[in-house]
């Protein structure tokens, strides 16, 4: 397991290095001239050597991402955006207060809705109420992310008016007014992920409940709840959880989208801003920082995954 | 006939096709016909509900909705075929490569391919288009590089145990070059996996330019997308809800079509597959 964790630890570091390389060349290199881009083609050539100067867009390429690959290693430090003229760590640290919560809030809700629903459809199989799962399944696959928040928008912020849309307390304000300005996003965010759990709770289930020790815990006459959920759940909740994680770094890039519907001030809502105003050094931060944090999500998951099922060895 | 049949039985095929012909077959009428120009506005009759000359109703301009969702599904269409035609053409052949030829070719490519993978597709078209700006080309490119490690890997994987077989090895000592026993003896049998992968990468394809449009970085105003289309009705909710629907249920026929379909062709041509995860974008 240590060599594992060491193999798994190195290849972490590189492709992390490849990310922030890819990234770099992609914002700094492939368009010749960042300054242009961020000026359009009507900028003076002062004013695009102004910019150039404050980009340190004079010097090669290697050594800038060097200076920026050490400032981020070293003192936490992503450079400095151009239009809000703040460090883009604290920006993305701000951001976070709600990125997070709403990325958190979207895991729990995916967990209740998908889980009690992948049970119940393996423990009905082939009954109405499982091809009932399943078509909710098939429709929560379908059914765009951005689609679902404007449709919940419409029913309980506009029609019943039961949860706000549209704007954001903050935590410091009304800490459960917050919480309730993001259960709708998180609520859009869930039910395509939603889906995809319960697909896997329900074949994971259907995959145990074959398996010997669970017909001898029937054969011993268990109630049917301790066999379902004490014996068969847990062991079909590895690979549920383990999805679960790797759902966490893509949450982050699906909030991008819903944090523009609920016009939350996230993470997303800086990143497309930042796009729009052309503030290249922001696009290139919180995209290494959400790179960053699925990169190193699937690690840690990758070893609890070991932890979580003894069966499994690493050679 | 029983190969006809065998496709017939499958429900999720029947189904998914039946979807995707509409959807296809709508994006081809709208190219030779429209109830109303889509871009046709009409400000006195802005944001009417379903009726007999609108039958989806009217947008905040007055536009034909009916119209804009029809020529939305040849938008939708055509990301959907470029977008995967990009990921399937690059990803088959660097999957080949590294497949087939194994070493360092192999373990160069599959680095890049995993650091790829790695980015959700929205990730992948924020850092395109925030250099080559917004716009439905770049984000067909965003879209389709997002697909290139998906085809790699799965071709890779074929390869790698297509290669050790029989009649491969035979075609070998009978010194055939590669290119031919490439073309002849293992891509024909690792096609099954790739077109079944192709439909479901067109669903995600059209979910992924849907929410693009939506962001504003895919199809530019005025060209009528379905993601565009619920931006632009999003603050008109509360006058009139059918321009936030139409569009949407557009997309979801589409997409359930797309997985259905794929679903289907898993069955039938490869059923070791069929209880395997689908992944979202």
């Not at chain 2, 192999?106 to 790695?118: H, S």
């Not at chain 2, 995600?204 to 929410?211: Q, S």
């Not at chain 2, 979801?252 to 794929?262: E, K, Q, S, W």
């Amino acid at each position: 397991m240590i060599a594992y964790t060491i193999r798994r630890f190195i290849t972490l570091v590189v492709t992390l290095f490849l990310v922030s390389i890819l990234i770099f060349a992609v914002i700094n290199i492939i368009p010749g001239d960042p300054a242009q881009i961020i000026l359009g083609t009507e900028a003076t050539p002062e004013t695009l050597a102004r910019v150039r100067a404050k980009l340190g867009l004079d010097r090669p390429a290697v050594e800038r991402y060097l200076d920026w690959l050490k400032n981020i290693i070293l003192h936490g430090d992503f450079g400095r955006s151009i239009n809000y003229d703040r460090p883009i760590s604290e920006l993305i640290a701000s951001r976070l207060l709600v990125t997070g919560p709403l990325a958190g809030l979207a895991i729990l809700l995916t967990m209740l809705i998908a889980i009690p629903l992948g049970i119940y459809a393996a423990t009905h199989h082939n009954r109405p109420g499982d091809y009932g799962t399943m078509i909710f399944s098939q429709l929560g696959l379908a059914i765009p992310e951005f689609w679902a928040g404007i449709l919940l928008i419409l029913g309980f912020a506009v029609h019943w008016r039961l949860f706000p849309a549209g704007w954001f307390t903050s935590w410091e304000e009304a800490p459960l007014e917050a919480l309730r300005s993001l259960f709708l996003p998180a609520l859009a965010l869930s039910l395509t992920r939603a889906a995809v759990i319960t697909r896997l709770t329900r074949s994971s289930m259907l995959e145990v409940l074959q398996e010997d020790y669970i017909k001898t815990a029937w054969s011993k006459g268990l109630p049917s709840g301790a066999v379902i959920y004490k014996h068969a759940l847990r062991n079909a909740f590895i690979s549920v959880v383990t999805i679960l994680g790797l759902q966490l770094g893509h949450l982050l890039a699906g909030t991008i989208i819903v944090e523009t519907v609920f016009y939350l001030p996230g993470m997303g809502r800086l990143v497309m801003n930042a796009i729009f105003q052309r503030d290249l050094p922001v696009v290139q931060g919180v995209v290494l920082f959400i790179a960053a944090v699925i990169v190193i999500v699937n690690f840690i998951v990758d070893l609890l995954y070991g932890l979580l099922d003894p069966r499994i060895r690493y050679d | 006939m029983t190969e006809m049949r065998r496709f017939l039985k499958d429900i999720n095929f029947v189904i998914g096709l039946i979807l995707v012909m509409m959807v296809a077959g709508t994006a081809i009428l709208s190219l030779f016909y429209t109830p109303y120009d889509p871009n046709r506005m009409e400000i006195s009759a802005r944001l009417q509900g379903p009726s007999k000359s609108h039958w989806f109703g009217t947008d905040h301009y007055g536009r034909d909705i009916l119209s804009r969702v029809m020529r939305g599904a040849a938008n939708s269409i055509t990301v959907g075929v470029i977008a995967v035609g990009i990921g399937m053409s690059l990803g088959v052949l660097l999957g080949a490569l590294a497949g087939y030829w194994g070493g360092w070719v192999d373990e160069a490519t599959m680095r890049v391919m995993d650091v790829i993978y790695g980015f959700p597709a929205v990730l992948t078209a924020i850092l395109i288009t925030s250099i080559l700006g917004p716009g439905i080309t770049n984000s067909m490119i965003a879209i389709g590089i997002y697909n290139i490690p998906i085809f790699a890997r799965l071709t890779r994987g074929n390869f790698l145990s297509l290669k050790e077989r029989d009649y491969v090895l035979a075609a070998r000592a009978v010194g055939q070059t590669d290119l031919a026993i490439i073309r002849k003896h293992i891509l024909p049998n690792a096609l099954s996996p790739l077109i079944v992968q192709a439909t479901v990468s067109f669903a995600v394809a059209i979910l992924a330019e849907a929410g693009l449009s939506y962001l504003g970085l895919g199809t530019q105003p005025p060209h009528p997308s379905w993601g565009r289309m619920l931006n632009e009705a999003q603050p008109f909710m509360g006058l009139s809800i059918w321009p936030a629907i139409f569009p949407g249920l557009a997309i979801a026929i589409a997409v359930l079509g797309f997985n259905l379909l794929g679903d289907g062709l898993r069955d039938i041509l490869d059923p070791r597959l069929a209880h395997s995860p689908r992944s979202i974008a």
